[in-house]
C-alpha cells in the first residue's frame, strides 16, 4: 500500500550560516494492506518528518513515496488531490486538531465537502451519523463543540474525521500521547476494530513501545533521522538486537520489580544529540556502551542479518 524509499528531508536553520537540520536520512520502508507499521524513537528522531512527508505537508528532500506503486513525490496540487483522499491523518493533539469554532457535524463534513462528496445536507448528516457510530459517539453529538468533550471523545472525532472519506492508508502521529492512560487502550482498540472491519494499513508512530507492540505488525526503530532496527513486532520484544532498541526495551517501567540480587540491563544514558551537527559514523556511538573505533567513522548500514530481521550496527 505504501513504499517509502530512502526518504530524506533536511530543513535549512533560520540566521547566519547554512546550517541544516537533518531530520530523516534515507528512510526505506514499505507497509503491505490491511498491515501496521509501527515506528518508535525518541522525540525529535524524525517520526513525525516521515509522517508529514507522506501525506506530503513536507516536500521531501529527497527519495520517494509511492502510494499503490505510484510514485507521488512530485505530483502538483491538482494531481495529488484524489490521492489525498486515499490517506489520512490522525494528529497528536486532541485539542488544537479541532477548530473549536466548529461544530462536531461540520467537523467531520468538511473533508467530504473539500473532495465534493458530501451530496444533499441530509446525505451528509446521515453520513457524520454513520461515521460518529463507527467510533462510538452518537447522533446526540453531532451540534456539539469540541470543548464540550473529553480527551478521549476529542480523538475519537479526530479518527471519524480521518475516516470519513474512507482512506486506504492512516497516518497515526502520536495518537495517543495526549491522552490518559487509561484512555489510551480505548483509543488504540478503536484502531485495531476499524483495521480489521475495513483492511486500512496503518503507520502508527509512537515513543510508547509497548503500546506499539500492541498495534504493529511490524515495528521500526528510529534513532536520529534513520531507521536502526526493523522486523516483526513479536520478533523485537523477543529479541532485540541494537543496542538503542536494547536500551528502549529495558527503560519499559515493569509491573514486577526484578529479584534481589538480580540487575537490570542498563537503560540508555544521556541525551539524543542535536540533528544539526550529527555525530559522525553510528549517531547513537556517543551513548552506546558497545561502541569501538568503526562506530566512530562509519555509518552502519540497515541489513537482514536473519530473515526479516534488519539491523544497523557494526556488532552485526
Ligand atoms: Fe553501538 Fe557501534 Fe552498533 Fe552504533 S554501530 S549501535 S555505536 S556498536
Redesign the pocket.
Known sequence: MLEVRDLVKRFKVKGPGRKLVHAVEGVSFSIPEGETLGLVGESGCGKSTIARSVMRIYEPTSGSVLIDGVDITHLGERELKPVRKRMQMIFQDPYASLNARMKVRDIIAEPLAAHRMGGSRAETDEAVRAMLEHVGLGRQHMNRYPHEFSGGQRQRIGIARALVLKPELLICDEPISALDVSIQAQVVNLLKKIQSENGISYLFIAHDLAMVRYVSHTVGVMYLGRIVEKCESAEIYKRPL???TQGLLDSIPSPRPAPHGVEKAASIEGDIPSPISPPPG?A??TR?R???DV?REAI?VLKAVEAGHEVA???F
Do not use: V
Request: charged share 5%; hydrophobic share 20%.
Open positions: 541494537h543496542p538503542y553510528c547513537f556511538h552506546c558497545y561502541a569501538k562506530c552502519p550496527c557494526h556488532l
